[in-house]
């Protein structure tokens, strides 16, 4: 499936402690990313480890760690904060996932690419 500025899913399909995978294309620019849901609180970001700048997920959708209660890159082990995005363990601590701007629709989430003047920015929650 071609990527788009826009990704919509169900919220069904992306129960508590699951993750889903997209990508987003606008004007050229390709963007790769999940979306979390964390114990009902639904995050979006950029699949990409501020560390090196590798994927966070070796196996593809593969971004909690056991307990559940972490993202974890799969490349060195950097654990983050799933609702901050915040590395709390591993070689970037301190760093952020990029968030990316997703809203509810009725039962769908929606991922939007920003502007190119308006990069996607670390959350500060
Ligand atoms: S690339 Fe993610 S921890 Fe090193």
Sequence with gaps: MAASGEWRCDTATV???????????????TVSGFVVNYEGQYRAYVNRCPHVGTPLDLWPNEFFTEDGRALICSTHGALY??????CTAGPCVGDRLTALPLALDGDALVVNLPPLDDPPRSMTA
């Design 81 to 86: 904060e799933p609702i901050s995005g915040r």
């Design 15 to 29: 129960p508590p402690g699951h993750t889903a995978t997209f990508r987003l294309e606008r004007a050229g620019r």
